[in-house]
């Protein structure tokens, strides 16, 4: 049997969690730059605030229920994350997260002990070492735990786990289930069902499987067997190795400067650098790109991006921010109001392949990168991330606004919580 832990209302549980006056408030977090809403808590979602509306479009709404709004706080939300995770793999080994937020366990070993019992206790446990809500969704494959958790996220009568087992209970929560809820087919694929009257979760799962698999091929096929109780996905407890990696952000206003596109790529260079380590891999292609808003006038709109070959697969920051500055001089041109920049990643492979040959006199030059690399890691891990870094990232005048941003309470020793003790009490009156 598979489960899916889900935490509910993540981002806007994580600034609970450390501001319990927000309890019963409606919440709402935004996306970079404070654009859009990303996360809502139940009352937020309940005045009528939908994903992803633009801030200006709700601050009417905002302001009459004095809904509490924060930008994106992802150092937060990454520890918090890590925090959840942990306290769930302690009770369920083997493991597959699959987002910041959401987790697949195997709890087949687990039956002796009562498979809803032990998730409950997980939920409990979770609770009460993180103060992080979860749902928790059970059935025989991972296409029907998501629809299980996201059942119990909506009955409150469930306790937040929901085992989705015996054909009956499977037949009615497809039934009850929109198509493009389904995990794997998305909005586009549900559009294209509905031209053949298929609405349903249900309906999908008895269509023809040569008629799925011609609409949909081998992906929707997968689906298809799932929702009827065929395991066709199987739990990922190795990530499989990423084939790009990508660093990117918009900017909190216009960047016109070479200067400054230089230190923002070269911020975005060195973390992907530290992405490529964490993953004990290295990268042969690097691509940067650069763009306006797509909202410029048109004489000022432009993007533009190139990608070259680097002269070894590197993963130190030093050589993937020298060649990233360089592609970056090669592509800018003048005169245009940037407003995004990234740098891309690719022929990712693994550091030391099983089976290559090693020189016996490896390259100077990069042992002392691989040394400084290894310093600077040092540094910032004992110190606090970007304690050290390149002189080439110095100036963060191009960053992302984030005007309504809470302290980042579990990764910095300048901002961690403080409880003021109780007032001192006035020392009695001396008796005479």
Partial sequence: MFALADCNNFYVSCERVFNPMLCGRPVVVLSNNDGCVIARSEESKALGIAMGTPLF?????IGRHGVAV???NYPLYGDMSSRVMNTLGAMAPEQERYSIDEAFFDLSGFRRFGLREHAALMRRTVLKHTGIPVSIGI???KTLAKLAAKAAKKDPSCGGVLMLEGADRVRRALASTHLEDVWGIGRQWSLKLALQGIQTAADFAGMPPALVRRLLGVTGAKVQAELQGHRCLPLELVRPMKQTICTSRSFG???FSVEELQEAVASFASRAASKLRREGSTASLLTVFISTSPFAASALRREASRTVSLPRAADDAMTLVTAASRVLEAIYQGGHPYRK?????GAIAPKNPPGESFLLFGDEGEGRAE???QVMEQVNLRYGN???RLA???SRAWEPLCRHISPRYTTSWEEILRVPSAPQAPPAPAHR
Wanted: aromatic share 4%; with cysteine; charged share 20%.
């Fill in 341 to 345: 920049a990234g740098v891309l990643l």
């Fill in 70 to 72: 924060f930008s994106s």
């Fill in 57 to 61: 479009r709700c601050r009417d709404v």
């Fill in 371 to 373: 040394a400084l690399q």
């Fill in 392 to 394: 080439a990232e110095d």
């Fill in 253 to 255: 206003r216009n960047v």
């Fill in 139 to 141: 059935a025989h494959t």
């Fill in 386 to 388: 970007g304690s050290i």
